[in-house]
Every structure is written in structure tokens, then in C-alpha cells.
């Protein structure tokens, strides 16, 4: 097989689209679109997000300690890509699409209801790696529909249809 140099940027690839839900100082709920998420402990779990400094959630997450990773299915693509390209500075995009949330069990920031997989996260620790700063993040919880998950606890991620 030959070779060829490629591009660098996310060269890293496929890596889960999730939505990135957090709260700011005056309750205000906000979301946003992240691929930049993963998991990086596995005792205790953590997971990992990365968020650029001029996302409106950048503050909220850094001021409230928290933030929540909803897998997605495609069937929420429209609210995905919602989220995605507007921001939460300039109106309440979850009121605006209609988005179904509830409040976190452990953290202070709200779950989207119509997410599979609801992770909630305390942060403790965060490094600024370039143009993000990869929050690291302590499972609290783990929220999933109640039919993906066995009697040991364990979610059937097979049965979602993950965006890509
Ligand atoms: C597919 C996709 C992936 C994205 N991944 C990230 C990401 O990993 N980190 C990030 O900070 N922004 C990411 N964004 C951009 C934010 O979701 C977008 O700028 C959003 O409008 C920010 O909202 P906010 O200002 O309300 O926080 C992504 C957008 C899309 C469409």
C-alpha cells in the first residue's frame, strides 16, 4: 500500500459526536455540540472533553465544576447540529428546540431526556492542550434508557444508532 502524508487536524478518527449540556451562574441551562470526548479513566471512570475557550459553555463549565456528555442517535441530528452552530450567549437554543431535559442527580446541571446515555461529570482537572482545554471529568452517574441496560448494569451500545 503506498503512502502519502495527510493533514494533521482531528486526525484522530471516528470519535463520538456527543452534546456537551452544562448550567451557568444564574441557572441558566446551555448544550453544545462536542467530538472532542473520550474516556481516560477506567478506575475511577472519567471521561474527557474538550472545549475551546470562546464557547459560551467554555465559563459555565469552568465556574460550576460540572458538565453532563449525552450520547446522541441520529434521530437527534437536527438538535445536534442546532446546538452545533449557535450559541447559548445569543439565545436559550434548548427552549428554542424544544429540547426535554431534567435535573441532574448528582451535579448541578441539567440531562437531556432524549439522549440514550446521560454521563454526569465533576471536573477535576483540566489542560489547556491548544486551541482546547480538555476537561477531565469524574463520572458521578450514568442515566440510560431503561430498555439499553442489563441486570448487571451494562448498556447494550450495540442497539443505539450513534450519530457519525
Ligand atoms: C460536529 C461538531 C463538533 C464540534 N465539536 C466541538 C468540540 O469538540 N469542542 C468545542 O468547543 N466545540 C465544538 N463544536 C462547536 C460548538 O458546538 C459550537 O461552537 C457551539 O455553537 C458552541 O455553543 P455555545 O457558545 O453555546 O457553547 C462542534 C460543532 C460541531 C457541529
Known amino acids: ?15 463520538p459526536k456527543v452534546i456537551v449540556s452544562c448550567r451557568g451562574k444564574n ?3 446551555n448544550a453544545l455540540a462536542v467530538a ?33 456528555v449525552n450520547l446522541v442517535s ?3 441530528s437536527e438538535i445536534f447540529n442546532y446546538l452545533g452552530s ?4 445569543d439565545e436559550n437554543k434548548l427552549a428554542k428546540m424544544n429540547v426535554k431535559t431534567a ?14 446515555v446521560n454521563i454526569e461529570c465533576k471536573v477535576v482537572d483540566s489542560i489547556v492542550t491548544g486551541s482546547h482545554e480538555m476537561f477531565v471529568g469524574k463520572v458521578e452517574y450514568v442515566h440510560a434508557d431503561a430498555q ?16 457519525s
Open 103 to 116: 435535573e441532574a442527580l448528582k451535579i448541578n446541571a441539567p440531562i437531556l431526556l432524549d439522549c440514550p
Open 36 to 68: 472532542y470526548c473520550c474516556n481516560c479513566s477506567y478506575d475511577p471512570p472519567m471521561v474527557m472533553v474538550g472545549i475551546v475557550p470562546s464557547r459560551h459553555s467554555y465559563s459555565m463549565i469552568k465556574d460550576s465544576g460540572c458538565f453532563v
Open 86 to 89: 449557535h450559541s447559548g450567549r
Open 148 to 163: 439499553l441496560v442489563n441486570d448487571k448494569g451494562n448498556i447494550d451500545f450495540s442497539a443505539v444508532n450513534f450519530i
Open 27 to 29: 441557572g441558566e441551562d
Open 1 to 15: 500500500m503506498d503512502k502519502k502524508q495527510a493533514n494533521s487536524k482531528s486526525c484522530l478518527q471516528p470519535v
Open 74 to 76: 441520529k434521530d437527534y
